[in-house]
């Protein structure tokens, strides 16, 4: 237990100093929660949502799992959705992929079973739709970054035409729906350019 120990450790110096420099910071966001963003990204560990947009807690709602899939059937992605856009009032939905994601390279290869292969059988459905110009990349590895780029398109197509997001346009809400990807060589992201929707003001 000595190494989780230390998670407490470092939490109550994490605590402490974030109360010293600011002695309102934990009952003001105790009382308030609004975020202008969601999040959607993958659950890999290298890819800590806040950390790589360097926005500190209160100011992004997210949600990962296992290479940022977004299926209309999946409960978990469309509760987190419908909680952001109706009750949060995000006006930016961010599906952020990565580069060299484990989930994408498992999809790609396609002989595994379990409960994971059965998350990645819409990648694979993809793989197939696009398998002419996967087939094009000159390299394993271009294969697999430019499925991981399509991921992206695809999520931002499903999160822009799910029950949710369609509604919240009807009304007319302000809200755009963003594919962003990362790349962990040099921790930079890059917009892939695909947003639907608008917001009057980029700014938060
Ligand atoms: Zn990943």
New binding site residues.
Partial sequence: MKYLGRLFERNQAWAGERSAADPGYFSRLAHIQRPDLLWIG?S?SRVPANQIVGLEPGELFVHRNV?NVVPVTDLNAMAVIEYAVSSLGVRHIIICG?YH???VRAALEGHQAGAVALWLQPLRNLAAAHREELEAQPSDDARWDRLCELNVVAQVQAVATSEVVQAAWERGAELAVHGWIYDLEDGLLRDLEVTEGRVADAGG
């Fill in positions: 993958c890999d290479a990565h994601c484990g989930g």
